[in-house]
Structure formats: structure tokens, C-alpha cells
């Protein structure tokens, strides 16, 4: 009877802080926010999340913000940092920052944003949507499919696509092999161009745009964090840059079929008020994904390689 009884309290106890807290007595709460890297897409997400909340809780709601600069030891050491400190949720913002996360805590809730695909961050098999765990967000996977159809659209005589992309980053490989197998269904030679880290971005990006009538970059975090490097090497070149999203489009792309990553911050503080305050079942929760997306493109660089784009492209401001 004394074990049942412990088993039944210990039961109670997991599910109060997988689904949140439901309502804390003194109403604050703490958020602890661990971002990847510095740019421009991480840096709206993490805005959208804190002005979701914000409008919702004002004053009541704390922010500890932190920046790994890209490196996936900081995201460990900031995630436990968090869990030392007793946040009420963590915001991973980047797959280092939600693998770190996850390995911190399998308790306080952590919603995931900018992360493409869950199942390849987590290792999850036979994906469903939801993870089953103290874990749930929002993706920014933009649809692969109609990524290559844009290039397509743009580049129809072009024979060589270079992939470039972080191989340090899962979810950048992912979107590689996705593009690769439709860019191939549609006549283009592809070739993958990797890099471990920023050290080596130039010499890689070198030699893709040596060797590629086209480039395509995913969303890539540490391509984000150095576009000028490989807008340097591109743009003189003559290469054109088709990129996951507009951080990296507007730093050294044409064009780029994007999300907005303000909207899927936003959405995943939407989520994190349900949790924290409405006691919703972050195990249930499932994984949202952006509403729209557009076709934007860099003015500047459209008009140095004399590209002419569709008008149904929005320029990047």
C-alpha cells in the first residue's frame, strides 16, 4: 500500500511540471531564453516570444536572456544554469540550444523555435507531431518543395547547384537531403559544399561557387552568422545565392521562399502562456509550424547580377 501510495504521488508530481504550472500562487514567472547565435532570425523569434508574453502577463514575467555565439558547450552550461535557477520554462532558440535543453531537464518545460525538424533534433522515430515529453515548440521549416521550385523558377537554365550548409547542425543536412532529392527530380547536378564551423566558410564557399552555376543554403545558423563572408565570395563571382530565409537572403542571397521567424516566436510564447498559466499538457502539445510564407529577394544584389524577378516577389527591406 505505501508503494502504490508513493507511486501515485510521484505520478501527481511529474505531471504538475510537465503540463506547467497551471497557475503559480504569486502569478510571476521566470523564462529562462537560451539563443544559438546572434542574427536576425533568431533575434525576431526571441522577440516574438517575449512580446507574446509580455502582452499577456506584463510586468509579472521575467526574462533571462543568453547567447551561446554559436557555440553548443555554452548552450549546456546556460541550460543547467537555468535548471540551477529554477525557471518556470525554458525557450530554446536553434537545435544546439533544444538538445542542450532537453539534456538539462526533463522536467521544466522547453519550448523549442527556429527548429526545423524535431524528430532529427531529438532522435525521435516514428514521428507523430508531439514529442511525449516536457518538450513541444515551434519548427521553422519552410516548404522544401516549393524552395527548389523557386530556384527552378529563377535559374531554369542552370546545370550545377552547389548545398551549402553548416555540418555541424542536423537539421541544416536534413534540409540538404530533402532540396537535393528535388532539385535532382528536376534535372539539376547537385553537389553538397559543408563546413564545420565559420573557420573554413570562405574556402568552402570558394569552391562551391568555382564549381555551381547556383547556390542554395538552408536555414543554417552558422551560415546566418556569416553571410558577409559569403557574400564576398559569391557576389564577385557571379553566383547566385537562393537561401532558406530572409536573415541569410538579405545578407548574401537573390532570393528566398521564407517564413516569418517574428510569427513562430510569437506562436511559441502563445504556447508557453497556455502551459505556464492554463496548465496545458506540453506532451500533447503538438509541434506548430508557420502559417505563410514568402517570396522575397534582395534588391542590391538582384540588380549587381542582373536578375529580374517575378512580381509576385516582395523585397527585403
Not at 503559480?24 to 529562462?32: M, R, V
Not at 532570393?255 to 492554463?278: F, P
Amino acid at each position: 500500500m505505501k508503494k502504490l501510495l508513493a507511486l501515485i504521488l510521484t505520478t501527481v508530481m511529474m505531471t504538475t511540471l510537465l503540463t506547467g504550472c497551471g497557475g503559480k500562487e504569486d502569478g510571476t514567472y521566470k523564462i529562462g531564453i537560451c539563443q544559438l547565435v546572434q542574427h536576425p532570425a533568431l533575434d525576431a523569434a526571441t522577440q516574438g516570444f517575449q512580446d507574446a508574453l509580455t502582452e499577456k502577463l506584463g510586468d509579472k514575467v521575467t526574462f533571462d536572456v543568453q547567447n551561446a555565439s554559436g557555440d553548443s558547450a555554452t548552450c549546456a552550461t546556460i541550460a543547467n544554469q537555468f535548471v540551477s535557477n529554477d525557471v518556470d520554462l525554458i525557450l530554446a532558440n536553434a537545435t544546439a540550444s533544444l538538445q542542450a535543453s532537453a539534456a538539462a531537464t526533463d522536467t521544466i518545460p522547453i519550448l523549442g523555435t527556429s527548429i526545423t525538424d524535431y524528430a532529427t533534433a531529438l532522435e525521435i522515430d516514428n514521428w507523430t507531431g508531439t514529442t511525449g515529453t516536457n518538450i513541444s515548440g515551434t519548427s521553422d521549416l519552410a516548404p522544401l518543395a516549393e524552395q527548389a521550385a523557386m530556384l527552378n523558377e529563377l535559374f531554369p537554365d542552370a546545370t550545377n547547384v552547389g548545398i551549402l550548409y553548416c555540418s555541424a547542425e542536423p537539421n541544416s543536412a536534413y534540409q540538404a537531403e530533402v532540396v537535393r532529392t528535388e532539385l535532382t527530380n528536376l534535372g539539376y547536378a547537385c553537389t553538397d559544399y559543408t563546413f564545420a564551423d565559420t573557420n573554413d566558410i570562405a574556402t568552402v564557399a570558394t569552391n562551391a561557387a568555382a564549381e555551381s552555376d547556383v547556390i542554395y543554403i538552408p536555414t543554417d545558423n552558422t551560415a546566418a552568422s556569416a553571410t558577409e563572408v559569403i557574400n564576398n565570395v559569391c557576389l564577385p563571382a557571379g553566383v547566385p545565392v537562393i537561401a532558406g530565409e530572409e536573415g541569410i537572403c538579405s545578407g548574401c542571397g537573390v532570393a528566398t521562399l521564407s517564413i516569418d521567424y517574428y510569427d513562430i516566436g510569437y506562436k511559441a510564447g502563445e504556447m508557453a502562456y497556455e502551459i505556464l498559466v492554463n496548465g496545458a499538457d506540453i506532451t500533447t502539445m503538438p509541434v506548430e509550424f508557420a502559417e505563410t510564407t514568402t517570396k522575397k529577394y534582395n534588391a542590391t544584389n538582384c540588380d549587381t547580377l542582373g536578375i529580374t524577378v517575378p512580381d509576385n516577389y516582395v523585397v527585403i527591406e
